[in-house]
Every structure is written in C-alpha cells, then in structure tokens.
Nanobody
Framework: QLQLVESGGALVQPGGSLRLSCAAS????????VGWFRQVPGKDREGVSC????????MYQESVRGRFTISRDNAKNTVYLQMSNLKPEDTAKYYC?????????????????WGQGTQVTVSS
C-alpha cells in the first residue's frame, strides 16, 4: 500500500525559504499527479500546488504563485515544494497527496492517498 512521507518542515523567519519533500516509501508516484495542501487548526485543508504525472503541468494557489515552485523527480519517486519569501500566513501543516489520475487538481476531494504532514511555521 502506498505510503507518503513529507519532510522539510521547520520554523523559519519571514522572507526565508524551505524545501518540502514528499517521498513514496512504498508504491510509486510515477504516472500520477501529486498535490501539496496545507491546513491550519479550525480551517479546511486547502490546495497549494499540484504537478501532473510528467511534470509538464503545474498549478498554484494564487497566494503562493511566484513564491512556491513544485517539481518532481520520478527517478527518486519524490515531489518537492520549494517555498521562498515565506510569510507568516504560510504557517500551516503541509500535506502531500497522490491522485489516481495523471492530471493536476487543487481540490482535496480529487486525492485518495495522503501523507501525515509536516509543520511549517513562519515567525520572527
């Protein structure tokens, strides 16, 4: 059964950068779209970014466009989220998820496999 493991979350100052990783510890991400989502307590989980199976199509939430970059290394079975110019409002637990399809989507309902999340805190 597919297991997704996120890593790279940390406490960082505003304006700083982090790179999150999403690795499949069993199963494969190859051939499927992968998304990054985030959630703060008391709020719904929201889509941040996604990448198609080939990496040729990416999508971003408006609030992160130009600051976050999603990429994938199919040989390493890993998807990355490079986050730059981080803001306090980016503070959340970040989750990666895998679709059963190759096309990108930012809706949580479109994804069937989820990791446990990694905490990102942006604070001075």
């Amino acid at each position: 059964q597919l297991q997704l493991v996120e890593s790279g979350g940390a406490l960082v100052q505003p304006g700083g950068s982090l790179r999150l990783s999403c690795a499949a510890s069993s199963g494969t991400l190859f051939g499927y779209a992968v998304g990054w989502f985030r959630q703060v307590p008391g709020k719904d989980r929201e889509g941040v970014s996604c990448i198609s199976n080939s990496g040729g199509v990416t999508m971003y939430q408006e609030s992160v466009r130009g600051r976050f970059t999603i990429s994938r290394d199919n040989a390493k079975n890993t998807v990355y989220l490079q986050m730059s110019n981080l803001k306090p409002e980016d503070t959340a637990k970040y989750y990666c998820a895998k679709r059963a399809f190759s096309l990108c989507a930012l809706e949580t309902a479109a994804y069937g496999y989820w990791g446990q999340g990694t905490q990102v805190t942006v604070s001075s």
